[in-house]
């Protein structure tokens, strides 16, 4: 079966409600796709200052598979921005193939604060986003809705960068439990996994960069299964928190 059929499902950018955090505004961030060969796609991750100072930034460009090919791969790196400037950051290739979902994901960040982001995702389910392009032409445009604030919102991300098979194990039953309860948060869940004291590790569950969840890891099957289900009903209701906090500012 030709690769030319790959679907790209495109993210639906929403209008913020006011107060909310906006992208995109004094540093955009791009992802630009290649396809070479039907099924080999190039990536260039890149960034354009907006504003008439220099930026000092970091970006972390990820790829992530599910499917039988499962991992994800990272780069990231600091770097200068120039006013006006428009900067290759990182550039890859990956394989692709029908039956793995792939998202790329680009992150620009200041001072530790995302800033700038954009995202592409390969062979995504039908419907688990708004809209749906096929890719059965000879280019690669991607539709992306731009919000009203020249920002867009990223939905249902969950993203891992765990060191161990617990620690992946961890992220695979929380993120399984995420697309059950069908959170779709327009906030960036992030699984991390770091060095603690001696040879343990800790888990940390952040929703953009706020700590929700942290915990020691423990490879019982049943006690990762517990801090899942733990985890999950906290970050939803810290992410209902937020919802609420937004709704009483806005109508205020």
């Known amino acids: 079966m030709k690769y030319s059929f790959i679907v790209f499902i495109c993210l639906v950018c929403l209008p913020m409600v006011t107060f909310s955090q906006i ?4 540093v955009s961030a791009a992802i630009d796709l290649d396809i070479q060969d039907n099924s080999i796609i190039n990536i260039t991750g890149s960034a354009h200052n907006k504003t008439e100072i220099n930026k000092s930034l970091r970006y972390v460009l990820s790829v992530i598979k599910s499917g039988n090919n499962k991992n994800t791969n990272k780069q990231e790196g600091r770097f200068i921005l ?15 193939n029908e039956r793995d979902r792939t998202i790329i994901l ?9 800033i700038s982001k954009d995202r592409k995702v390969l062979n995504g389910i039908e419907g688990e986003d708004d809209e749906v392009k096929n890719l059965n032409r000879p280019t690669t445009n991607i539709d992306v809705k731009e919000s009203k604030e020249d920002g867009f919102i990223l939905r249902g991300m969950v993203i891992e960068d765990t060191k161990t098979k617990a620690g992946n194990d961890f992220y695979d039953m929380f993120y399984s439990l995420y697309l059950s309860n069908n959170i779709n948060a327009d906030k960036i869940v992030k699984i991390e996994e770091r060095l603690a004291i001696g040879s343990n590790t800790q888990i940390v569950v952040l929703v953009e960069d706020e700590i929700v969840v942290q915990f020691f890891v423990n490879p019982r099957t049943q006690y990762l299964k517990s801090m899942a289900d733990n985890s999950i009903y906290r970050v939803n209701a810290y992410l209902q928190r937020l919802k609420n906090n937004a709704n009483q500012i806005t109508r205020y």
């Open 106 to 114: 680009l992150l620009v960040y200041e001072n530790d604060k995302i």
């Open 82 to 96: 120039e006013p006006g400037v428009k900067k290759n950051l990182s550039n890859t290739s990956i394989n692709v």
């Open 23 to 26: 992208y995109n505004t004094e």
